[in-house]
């Protein structure tokens, strides 16, 4: 069983930074993935990083402006977040799944945090 909990979000400007951060408990070894989603749309896929390997993937619209990384010490996975626009706003959710499942599809995972709002203003 894995426990997630998200924070570090808020109302930003447009440009401006946040630092997500998902603090995970219980059993850790998973890839761990962060989606989001605005109101009536589906959630969708922003970032993933691998438990073998570090290896990192992107959604295109946030490649070159999002990083996730994760420090297995602090059980901690994070969503670095530069150069905000109005469409990264969203409830953005921490998630976790095993090895070998497909890492861009809500499906795989089988952990999810609570979410939290991320709103960037024009």
């Known amino acids: 069983q894995v426990q997630l909990v998200e924070s570090g979000g808020g109302l930003v400007q447009a440009g401006a930074s946040l630092r997500l951060s998902c603090a995970a408990s219980?059993?850790?070894?998973?890839?761990m993935g962060w989606f989001r989603q605005a109101p009536g749309k589906e959630r969708e896929f922003v970032a993933a990083i691998m438990w073998i390997g570090g290896r990192t993937y992107y959604t295109d619209s946030v490649k070159g402006r999002f990083t996730i990384s994760r420090d297995n010490a602090k059980n901690t996975v994070y969503l670095q977040m530069n150069s905000l626009k109005p469409e990264d706003t969203a409830v953005y959710y921490c998630?976790?799944?095993?090895?070998?499942?497909?890492?861009?599809?809500?499906?795989?995972?089988?952990?999810w945090g609570q979410g939290t709002q991320v709103t960037v203003s024009s």
């Open positions: 998630s976790a799944k095993g090895y070998g499942s497909a890492y861009s599809t809500p499906s795989s995972y089988d952990y």
């Open positions: 219980g059993r850790t070894l998973y890839d």
